[in-house]
């Protein structure tokens, strides 16, 4: 990773912290997009004292909204001559529905929405600095969800931990549908199951579902564990050529049959499209 660049999201805290700690102590320049100015900061001087030969960037936008992240992908395009990675690793759960600017519920908007506009938005650069990588944080919440095309947004029926599910469904399905559509650009799309890991993850999600995440943190693995597959990703020479995959502890796996269907991966991305006011 000596001189690769690094855009990551979520990197303030829990696995996303430890993955941009390793790659810059392996020589990784890392470019950080942050909604918390302080919490920023802080992780900047510690990226600092793993590689203090090397200058990291930070950016700042809130992630679920559409603007925001056209604008930081905008700028990070133009003042970024190469990027080798980008890591889509911002995510929470929101266990009361609340609705963005843009019209989306908050945790589509979050989870899957910024994955795919920030993509869009580097998919130029990456395409001129390959090899290059994209690599989305799911989870194994997937398992047990079910888009349902007439409410993305989940209108009907709310429950936090079943629409974070579909979020990381959509992860899935749109590394699915980006592995196909880089197919030999040498860009790959890779997505991966962290781990159930005690971080501050579902800290703030509001009700009885944050204390619940709590209490189930108590048996969760360390944020380092859960970083591993990530740092994997980004860095193995294994993975050079690997595009499409589904990991968990840094090895493919099959993810549940919802998250293998082509076409809804193409529905999806359609939809994000139209969404977001971008072109396919």
């Known amino acids: 990773m000596q001189g690769k660049v690094v855009v990551i999201t979520g990197a303030t805290s829990g696995i996303g ?44 936008a809130d992630l679920s909204r559409l603007a925001e992240v056209k604008r930081v992908a905008k700028e990070i395009a133009a003042a970024e001559p190469r990027i080798d990675v980008l890591i889509n690793n911002a995510g929470a759960l929101f266990n009361n529905r609340q609705v963005t600017e ?36 799911a989870s194994a919440a997937h398992k047990n969800a079910k888009l349902v095309w007439s409410d ?21 399905l749109f590394t699915r549908e980006l592995a196909h559509r880089l197919s030999g650009t040498r860009v790959t799309a890779n997505c991966l199951h962290p781990g159930f890991v005690a971080s501050r993850f579902g800290d703030l999600s509001g009700g009885l579902g944050a204390y619940v995440v709590r209490l189930a943190k108590l048996m ?6 859960g970083a591993e597959t990530i740092v994997y990703l980004a860095s193995s020479d294994e993975m050079s050529k690997t595009s499409g995959g589904y990991f968990y502890q ?31």
């Open 17 to 60: 912290q430890v993955a941009a700690e390793r790659l810059a102590f392996v020589g990784a320049r890392m470019v950080l997009i942050v909604r918390d100015p302080g919490r920023g900061e802080a992780t900047l001087v510690r990226l600092r004292e793993r590689s203090p030969e090397v200058v990291h960037s930070i950016y700042l």
């Open 152 to 172: 993305l947004q989940s209108m009907q029926g709310y429950s936090g931990f079943k629409v974070y599910g579909r979020s990381k469904l959509c992860n899935i």
């Open 102 to 137: 843009d019209g989306l519920e908050l945790t589509f908007a979050t989870n899957h929405m910024s994955y795919f506009v920030l993509t869009a938005g580097l998919r130029e650069r990456l395409l001129a600095s390959a090899p290059a990588r994209v690599i989305n944080t």
């Open 250 to 280: 840094c090895r493919l796996t099959t993810p549940a049959q919802t998250a293998l269907d082509g076409e809804s991966a193409r529905k999806l991305w359609e939809a994000s499209a139209r969404l977001a006011g971008i072109g396919e």
């Open 220 to 225: 969760a693995i360390s944020p380092e564990k």
